[in-house]
């Protein structure tokens, strides 16, 4: 991408006739969308190049995201997101935000921060290529557990019970579509000085990742929490 432009919105809606945004992977649409479409089906990381890998055009090396919760955490009627991609040479790809609306984390009454969470990663891993290898960075711990340790099952599968069971399988399929992932943690919230630093409390910070989070802010003023999702509205406010 030249000039460093960010692009925002949809990148690759309507750049195949088999590409399904996310918005479309509703309660009823999953897991039927994976059975029904070539886009998602047939191809898993097993099926792309081993390393070394190459980032194309517009492929980010890392991604950041953040959730967060409109209300008080645990009584949270609704939620909000927020993700950025970054080359390798530090260009801001694309980045994205919105919010979560009541009725998207049936069966659960409130939405939660560490649903919130999940949701931005999975929102920032979408749109990804098939294989792809790079690094993930988060200050949810939780996140990155859900991602790492909770799909390798055991006891550790107890950290998804709080999760709606269309994000698991997203997830799940996330995992099959891309190649290794690597996570870091970071420290979230951190001041100007923090920040020109590089670390909050002895926690590594990021200019990338502190976007996430102000983004995050700006779409609380969106939220609405009279509104719900009528049936067959998904597309008009986003998963």
């Known amino acids: 991408m030249s000039g460093g432009a960010v692009l925002k919105g949809k990148m690759s809606e309507g750049t195949s006739p088999e590409y399904i945004p996310f918005w479309k992977i509703d ?115 939780v996140t990155i557990d859900r991602m790492t340790k909770s799909m390798a099952g055991g006891w550790q599968a107890k950290l998804l019970k709080t999760v709606p069971k269309r994000y698991v399988d997203i997830a799940a399929y996330l995992r099959a579509k891309l190649g290794p992932l690597s996570f870091i943690h970071l420290a979230g919230h951190p001041s100007p000085e923090e920040l020109a630093a590089g670390f909050k409390n002895g926690v590594p910070v990021s200019e990338h990742q502190d976007w996430c989070d102000r983004a995050c802010n700006e779409a609380k003023k969106q939220f609405d929490p009279f509104v719900s999702i009528p049936a067959g509205k998904a597309k008009e406010v986003g998963l």
Do not use: H, M
């Open 27 to 141: 309660n009823t649409a999953w897991p039927n969308a994976v059975a029904n479409s070539p886009a998602l089906r047939p191809t898993t990381a097993a099926d792309t190049p081993p390393r070394p890998y190459i980032y194309e055009e517009g492929v980010p090396a890392r991604v950041y995201c953040d959730g967060g919760v409109v209300g008080r955490n645990g009584k949270a009627k609704g939620g909000v997101w927020a993700w950025r991609w970054v080359a390798e040479d530090g260009t801001v790809l694309r980045e994205e935000s919105g919010v979560i609306k009541p009725g998207q984390f049936k069966p659960f009454e409130f939405c939660g921060n560490n649903l919130s969470e999940l949701v931005a990663l999975l929102r920032a891993l979408w749109d990804l290529p098939v294989g792809w290898r790079g690094t993930i960075y988060t200050d949810s711990e």
